[in-house]
């Protein structure tokens, strides 16, 4: 016993080294994307220190190894450590505002499944982002009578997306709501005061899935979307993976489909598969073809 506090003493990992950095973001890079570059050393050195503390590892070295021995386990595990999950409920409404009202009669024309609008959220994390979507397309439901509603998600952490199917949110994820919608669209938790459980009728029309938006496989294949939305992820993108995430969205949106990014991420000449169109106050950009 120490100053009073019992248990092991785990030692404070040493600095990341420029070779540990290089052969950790390199891994990281190629799996998740995302790139860690020399001035985001030390960011990537604070997220991964308390998994090495718990593995009783004393340098960044090891953690390379065993990541590389491993497998699956960990690297699902190391997904949870370098994704950024900042997200809530009503972000950048202005984008579903545009798909709901000028984008949509041209979506419905040329709809990859009769009937039926075909919606995904790639890199959704605990499913604020597509709940909302959902929730517009229910208030919009004059626009879109005779036409269903399908919202597929995924996410690169596997416990963001479980977090997503129960629905169950705190202050920060509806800090962008007023009293009278949280009253509308939550009821209160019934374990915590401070969590609010998205109410069932909007839950409906959802799907969530564990996927990787660089891994083709990852997309639904029973038939093309009308839309994409991938919103503040690219920008933590590594270039190469920018590009395979672009040629992934070209292959997964039916021709004149809509991808919407986020406020500072665009696409505007790196891609011949998309055009770029201003639909009332915001950009998107259109799959071309026939």
Not at 34 to 57: V, Y
Not at 157 to 186: C, T
Request: some cysteine.
């Amino acid at each position: 016993m120490i100053g009073g506090m019992t248990g092991a003493w785990v030692a404070r990992p040493g600095a990341m080294t420029e070779e540990e950095h290089l052969l950790l973001n390199e891994l990281i890079t190629e799996r998740y994307g995302i790139t860690f570059p020399e001035h985001k050393r030390e960011l990537l050195e604070s997220r991964l220190r308390p998994r090495l503390q718990a593995l009783h590892l004393h340098r960044y070295l090891d953690y390379y190894l065993h990541l590389v021995c491993d497998g699956e386990p960990e690297r699902e595990y190391l997904a949870q450590l370098v994704t950024n999950n900042e997200t809530f409920f009503f972000r950048e409404t202005h984008q579903f505002e545009a798909l709901l009202d000028s984008a949509l009669d041209d979506l419905r024309e040329g709809a990859a499944v009769p009937g039926t609008l075909r919606l995904l959220s790639a890199g959704c994390s605990s499913g604020e982002e597509p709940y909302t979507l959902g929730i517009f397309a229910r208030q919009s439901f004059v626009r879109l009578a005779g036409t269903a509603v399908v919202i597929d998600a995924f996410d690169v952490d596997s416990s963001r997306v479980e977090m997503a199917k129960r629905a169950e949110y705190g202050r920060g994820s509806l800090r962008a709501l007023a009293p009278e919608q949280i009253e509308r669209y939550f009821t209160p938790a019934s374990l915590d005061p401070e969590r609010w459980s998205l109410k069932p009728a909007y839950r409906g029309g959802v799907q969530f899935a564990h996927g990787n938006i660089l891994n083709p496989g990852s997309f639904a294949r029973e038939a093309l979307y009308d839309a994409v939305f991938c919103r503040n992820v690219l920008i933590y993108f590594a270039e190469p993976a920018l590009h395979a995430a672009i040629a992934n969205f070209a292959q997964v949106l039916r021709p004149g489909g809509l991808l919407f990014l986020g406020a500072s991420e665009s696409i505007i000449g790196l891609s011949q598969s998309f055009e770029t169109v201003r639909l009332r106050d915001t950009i998107a950009y259109r799959k071309v073809g026939r």
